[in-house]
């Protein structure tokens, strides 16, 4: 356990444990105060003794809830940095996971939408056509009656009857397939929650591969910027025994890490200056 790790599980501790004693604490410092405004006995004593508590533990809450922000900030780094690469490694690996479920899924969905509406409109085209036989049956009838052909009339009639009979069972089966379908929407509307599930996944997924490769390349940039800022320092120590001006006193280097400051400015650039010695410039 790193040094920032023990001290915020002891911050915590100590929180939860102000936390726990504040309202017994509160109790005593109210009636302390009340037993105060109350006197009437000459210039009673200000309570500090029951009152002081209550707002020093009050102030020790604030700080430790700022102590504990930052530390876990620099928990948050350490641990980001040390798994950085194992963390890119395995998430990657979820994420082809998730990418293969999702394709699934997807075919799957596909599938089943493609076979709901061949089954409709197969039967939709039956039940069109049944219809139009029927209607055609039915102007023949009525061509023969009109016309008081009772050959053609008889023919014509049983023709209807058969046309109308096929129409009524295209009617049930259709009836059967919209049903059907209605139990394949059901079947969709189920793979799409799965797959907008599973896309939600993803999506986590990618941001966390996205935080492990910011830690990774924040590091090798944190360690880069102090890097250069060596080197810079080197060359100011050399300028300034030269007698020469500062070439670097614009330098400025943003950082990521919030173990220090967010930069390192020129001012920093003239610490490390300072601790440079001739023989360090002259060792290479």
Partial sequence: MSTNSSALKQCQAELESLKKELPRLKAVSDEAAKNFSNSRQGRP??????IGPYSNAKARIDELSREIAKLQGLVNWEEGVKSA???????RKNIAKAESEIKTLRDKRETLESKRAALIAK?????KAAEH???EAAQAYAKAIGENDSGGESKAEGLLEKASRALAVIKQTLQGANTVSSALSGQLAELDDAIQLKQSELDSLNSKVLQAARFYWADRFEKAAHELATLAAHVAAA?????????LSDFYIPTV???KGRFISHRRLLERRSN?????????
């Fill in 45 to 50: 004593v200000y309570p500090r003794d029951q």
């Fill in 85 to 91: 690469s194992e963390d890119v490694r395995l998430t």
């Fill in 123 to 127: 039967h939709e085209r039956e039940f």
């Fill in 133 to 135: 036989d029927e209607h």
């Fill in 239 to 247: 300028e300034k025994l030269l007698g020469y001006g500062d070439s």
């Fill in 257 to 259: 890490s919030p173990v």
């Fill in 276 to 284: 440079i010695t001739l023989e360090q410039l002259t060792d290479i």
